[in-house]
């Protein structure tokens, strides 16, 4: 590492050269090694004169934008954004970096934030001229809104299947591969949630907590109440009546294998209670949205 600026720098533009090339034949695990090596010659150097700081930075975009490609192409979604979140640091708006955000955003189920980077990528675009990425953008926002609407169809049908009784629950799941048979109506989910309410003073607290009135209870409390009550009571009797082998709901709708399943299983009751207040006619209950999504990106 004992080299000159300008060593340096010609050692990483090589680097980079050559990992493109790869890229482009579809090596991508060749080429981000290559982006990789690049890039340990521009983060070592010495001391930098005013007049390096600006050769060195054009170089750390251009290694870093196509590190973002190289990682989203490897599945690295989390190493993508970081090194997008490095080209912005260096020039915040820049178009490419927030478009590379934004699909890995989209890639990690990630929505929300797919969404305001890739919109930002877009006003980004239109200030520079950028067409290409103009174009890049709408595609992805495209391909954004159909994963969002896949996801919540998705989720719509699981909860239905969990709540829904009768012959047509039964032909759904067969259907599908699993055992035939029916949920319990929402009725017999209800009665079920109220007397778990009734006989489990730890349930209460919960009770509460979705009211509003969680007091002084600090929430690892309640955390063990949901785990211990809702999770092993409630989901075990709707599954169990089911004659569920598949696990529920929760394992066919997550957006992430590492995600959280007593988040999910709380959310699949919820919405459960909520469908039978609509079934009712009856307004549904607030309750806090989000909570597997959280638990997903928590752990990303």
């Known amino acids: 590492w004992d080299l000159e600026f300008d060593q340096k720098i010609n050692f990483a533009r090589e680097r980079r050269e050559r990992g493109n090339r790869l890229f482009k034949r579809q090596y991508f695990r060749e080429a981000d090694e290559e982006y990789e090596q690049g890039l340990r010659y521009l983060i070592y150097m010495p001391q930098i004169e005013e007049n390096q700081k600006e050769p ?9 934008l196509n590190l973002t490609a190289s990682k989203l192409r490897c599945g690295h979604e989390a190493s993508a954004i970081a090194h997008a979140e490095k080209v912005l640091g260096i020039s915040p708006e820049h178009p490419k970096a927030l478009y590379r955000l934004g699909q890995a955003h989209t890639q990690l189920g990630e929505y929300t934030k797919a969404t ?17 990425v103009l174009v890049a953008v709408d595609k992805e926002l495209a391909r ?11 989720r719509k049908a699981a909860y239905r299947r969990m709540v829904q009784g009768g012959a047509s629950a039964g032909h759904e799941d067969e259907a599908d591969g699993g055992k035939e048979g029916s949920y319990p109506t929402p009725k017999a989910i209800a009665e ?19 009211n509003g009135k ?15 009550v809702v999770v092993t009571g409630a989901l ?18 997550c957006c992430k294998p590492n995600c959280d399943p007593v ?23 607030a309750h806090r949205p989000g909570t597997a999504a959280r638990a997903c990106a928590a752990k990303t």
């Open 56 to 64: 060195l930075e054009q170089e750390m975009v251009l290694m870093q």
């Open 116 to 132: 305001a980077a890739l919109e930002r990528a877009k006003v980004a675009g239109e200030v520079s001229s950028d067409k290409a």
């Open 144 to 154: 954004l809104k159909e994963r969002k609407e896949r996801h919540i169809r998705q």
């Open 192 to 210: 079920k949630v109220k007397e778990i309410m009734r006989s489990n003073p730890s349930a209460a607290i919960m009770a509460n907590m979705s």
């Open 214 to 228: 969680l007091g002084g209870w600090s929430w690892s409390v309640v955390a063990v109440a949901v785990i211990g």
């Open 236 to 253: 075990a009797y709707v599954r169990g009546a089911a004659g569920d082998s598949r696990g529920g709901p929760h394992q066919q709708c």
């Open 263 to 285: 988040a999910h299983g709380i959310q699949d009751l919820q919405m459960a209670v909520m469908m039978y207040g609509e079934v009712q006619g009856k307004p549904a209950a």
